[in-house]
């Protein structure tokens, strides 16, 4: 009899572990749904917070990846869309890669061409101005 008990218990704590195994990724699937649906309101300020908090809950959701640099590149935060576009080009599958570098590659010279836009408005750090 204590041998059934026991079969029983450790299928139960299996059965509740493997529940909370994906648990995260279900909260990460759900950020991810809130904040597309947000991003194709247009309101894309509003869905950076739900695709940064499915990247948290599941660090390899290569879509939320993508769609938070496309989320930062909406916003014209060009900078901020370089990480998240690297990230999700390197967990996605090579079908997606192309349509991610090339928003990668148009993040970078948006970014690039800001700072050189920008460039007689931004001061240079502390430690180079006994260079200049």
Request: charged share 20%.
């Amino acid at each position: 009899m204590p041998l059934k008990k026991t079969a029983i218990y450790v299928a139960l704590v299996l059965m509740i572990a493997s529940g909370c195994a994906t648990v995260g990724h279900f909260r990460g699937e759900d950020s991810f749904a809130r904040g597309l649906a947000l991003f194709n309101q247009g309101r894309f300020a509003a869905s950076i917070p739900h695709f940064e908090a499915a990247t948290r809950e599941d660090p390899d959701y290569a879509q939320a990846y993508f769609y938070l640099g496309r989320a930062y590149v909406s916003e014209s935060r060009w900078r901020a869309a370089i990480q998240p576009l690297r990230t999700a080009f390197r967990l996605a599958p090579e079908a997606a890669k192309q349509e991610i570098m090339n928003l990668l590659v148009d993040a970078t010279f948006a970014a690039a061409l800001n700072d050189f836009k920008l460039g007689d408005l931004i001061a240079p750090p502390e430690r180079f101005k006994d260079t200049l």
